[in-house]
């Protein structure tokens, strides 16, 4: 990742830096019992600046509980180089996350 990588996180405000994505990710470590992802489709494009990545996943959160919530999810990676400059992550977490 770049020093300033920019994280959108679904409908939250965007964050920049490599700490601001670091606590982002460790949220959800905190929160859940484990995270997996199976991944649906892999396609790389172009853009003005760099590579983009789009990765289709169907992410499998573990509830405290026991339980299981499966989401859709799609991540666009920007890249400068190999370097990840914009990360940003399309789902709708609320099932994950409803107590």
């Known amino acids: 990742m770049t020093d300033d990588v920019r994280l959108q996180l679904a409908n939250m405000e965007p964050s920049v830096g490599v700490a601001a994505l670091k606590a982002a990710f460790q949220g959800a470590a905190d929160r859940f019992t484990s995270i997996n992802h199976d991944i649906q489709g892999i396609w790389n494009g172009q853009r003005e600046s760099g590579d983009v ?47």
């Open 53 to 99: 990545i789009s990765v289709e996943v169907i992410v499998t959160y573990e509830l405290p509980n026991g339980t299981f919530v499966k989401i859709p999810c799609t991540s666009t990676l920007r890249l400068k180089g190999e370097r990840i400059t914009d990360y940003r992550i399309f789902f709708d977490p609320s099932p994950a996350f409803a107590d």
